[in-house]
């Protein structure tokens, strides 16, 4: 599983590197696919429920799942999540970034900063003997501090020999309820946070889901372990 994170998160970085004004997500998709193959891994989300890519590439107020296109252009301003995942000897490593393109104004910046601190606040909790609702309660906290919305119909997940396993995650919760977190166990953990409400609908790709009042809005993720000494991002991009 390190070495699946490890992959991903190989993948992600490739891709950070070339978002800019200009570039399709069509070209990023490639990007991505090409560093996972010559991983020896096999993207994790192309041909996953019949997603037709290996990446999912979300615009602005787009959510998560955007599709791919070589007609999606990337614009100064712009925000751009994307979600990458590689299975790799059978296991999955998934993480996910919000990218700036070019300059972008100071909200959209707070949206990024305060989701990556979301997520660092729920990684800090992935310790053994804290409950589920530890991990989500430090979530929702950071979220609820800067007045920004939570997305509540998605969820961080476990993760293993399978993309998505049980525990679902959310980004919202009670301190001290829930399942215990042991040693061993792995999850994806993963903000939604929006400028805006929490309401999301799907676009007519079946795929894309948009915040309903068009708000931008911010996903970022990393797999992380449960060790004996506490948590371990495995999707970092380090050698082995
Ligand atoms: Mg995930």
Redesign the pocket.
């Known amino acids: 599983m390190r070495e699946a994170g490890r992959i991903s998160a190989h993948a992600l970085r490739l891709v950070s590197a070339s978002v800019a004004p200009g570039v399709s997500t069509a070209q990023l998709d490639r990007i991505a696919e090409e560093a996972i193959v010559a991983c020896g891994a096999t993207p994790a989300f192309k041909g996953y429920q019949g997603f037709p890519a290996t990446i999912c590439a979300s615009i602005n107020d787009e959510l998560v799942h955007g599709l791919p296109s070589e007609n999606r252009i990337l614009v100064e301003g712009d925000i751009i999540t994307i979600?990458v995942?590689a299975i790799y000897q059978g296991y999955v490593g998934?993480?996910?970034d919000t990218f700036a393109v070019g300059a972008i104004d100071p909200l959209s910046q707070k949206l990024i900063d305060v989701t990556r601190a979301g997520l660092y606040a729920g990684i800090e909790q992935c310790i053994d003997g804290n409950r589920l609702g530890d991990v989500g309660a430090a979530i929702g906290a950071v979220a609820r501090g800067e007045g920004l919305g939570i997305v509540k119909e998605y969820t961080?997940?476990g993760?293993g020999a399978r993309?998505?396993e049980d525990p679902s995650i959310p980004n919202w919760g009670t301190r001290k309820t829930g399942p215990r977190l042991r040693t061993g166990m792995v999850l994806?953990l993963?903000p939604m946070f929006s400028l805006g409400g929490d309401r999301v609908e799907r676009l007519g790709d079946g795929w894309t889901v948009v915040m309903s009042d068009g708000a931008r809005c911010a996903q970022i993720?990393h797999t992380v372990a449960i060790t004996e000494e506490g948590p371990e991002i495995l999707t970092i991009d380090t050698p082995t």
């Open positions: 979600d995942g998934d993480n996910a961080g997940h993760i993309m998505h994806a993963e993720e």
